[in-house]
């Protein structure tokens, strides 16, 4: 990070974090020796948020506890839309009734995901993501999502616009084959996948999605793009 | 039930009820008057657990605990497949990540599910239905889930078996325009539709069922019936 920072290049932070603030995540970060500021983070709940005030949604809300600071200036009187995080304990059955009866009481539902993921996993083992408890809520009223978070095209473009870049001239370095270069791909820029983290070799064999290069680890991928400066 | 019963036709009670055995069933509508025995009925659950020998399938229950004594007699240790019915308050956090974690750790995951329907009605207001939770699970894993319950194949079949009658030879008798007309339909059965419960009046605009008859009440269904003998 500091020698991308060093040689001038914009930085942005992507991340479907939505079980905490940006604050919280970028303190983690810190944490771990990471130079990141929570200007420098692209994260679902602010670009929901942009997208609420934009289309006047006033969201009934099943997040985590940890994530509703996120939402605060937002008018949440009288709901005309559901927006659903990964709310983790918060996914109770009786949270999850109360949100479908929000939704199918609208006479057109507007549903909106932070995220799509499946699932990953804990220290306590795996967990049900954001994604599953979006397809129970889109089944039961007959309504699709809208997905914020990567991949989706709009949660890239967020990205460039706040960084004031053309995708062209942008490159998405993740580990996730659909999330960060498949999502990256679709909006126009290149990706590099990593070898690390939820990299697995069958990604190589991807049906769809074929990163523009690997690298084994962050500092690779920093050695290949300043090559090319 | 009392004309039918007398005019020596064969009959079968169908339901997709899984919060309770088929002994407190009959019991409610014993109850309310009607003439039927736990031997007349047709249920998700029995249904399931001959599917459940023929394959030597060793259950993980998600289940109402009202269901749980028609599994008495199923082994389920080690469990190779997952069954899930309407849960209700079962369907906590912890219960769905638990089934989900059999499920994604089987090398093939079979998922069994006892109705697909959305939700229901009770005194207190809409509920999510199994068919939600078996939509969450299957996006998680990955899988398709067997339904077994109306409206599937294979549960009309049974219920013709356990009388002895062709399809062709036999009439359903419902209000839900997709499980048990539709179902029944594609079964090879007639069906009628009563414009009692669940009924509304643009299931008469289905795109794709259209009902033998429509009947007032069951009395109606009765009296068309015995005048075609």
Same mark, same amino acid.
């Given at each position: 990070l500091h020698r991308i920072k060093a040689s001038g290049l914009k930085l942005r932070?992507?991340?479907?974090?939505?079980?905490? !603030?940006?604050? +919280?995540? @970028? +303190? +983690?970060? +810190?944490?771990?020796?990471?130079?990141?500021?929570?200007?420098? @983070?692209t994260a679902p709940a602010p670009a929901a948020c942009r997208m609420l005030k934009e289309r006047s949604l006033r969201p009934h809300l099943l997040v985590h506890n940890d994530l509703v600071p996120e939402f605060a200036e937002i008018d949440k !009187?009288?709901?005309?839309? @559901?927006?659903?995080?990964?709310?983790a304990e918060n996914f109770t059955y009786a949270n999850l009734n109360e949100a479908f009866r929000v939704l199918i009481g609208m006479e057109k539902p507007v549903l909106i995901s932070l995220g799509r993921g499946r699932y990953y996993k804990e220290t306590d083992g795996l967990k049900l993501d954001v994604g599953a408890y979006m397809k129970a809520l889109e089944y039961a009223c007959c309504v699709q999502a809208e997905v914020v978070g990567k991949p989706s095209k709009m949660f890239f473009e967020s990205a460039l616009a706040e960084m004031g870049v053309p995708p062209e001239q942008a490159i998405m370095i993740g580990d996730d084959i659909e999330s960060d270069v498949g999502g990256a791909q679709r909006c126009g820029m290149r990706a590099l996948q990593v070898r690390t983290g939820k990299y697995r070799p069958c990604d190589e064999n991807h049906p769809h999605v074929k990163p523009d290069a690997y690298v084994n680890?962050?500092?690779?991928?920093?050695?290949?793009?300043?090559?090319?400066?």
């Open positions: 932070f992507c991340t479907n974090e939505t079980q905490a !603030t940006r604050e +919280k995540f @970028v +303190k +983690k970060l +810190k944490g771990l020796g990471f130079d990141i500021s929570v200007a420098e @983070v !009187t009288n709901p005309n839309c @559901v927006v659903i995080g990964d709310a680890n962050l500092a690779e991928a920093v050695d290949i793009i300043l090559q090319q400066l």
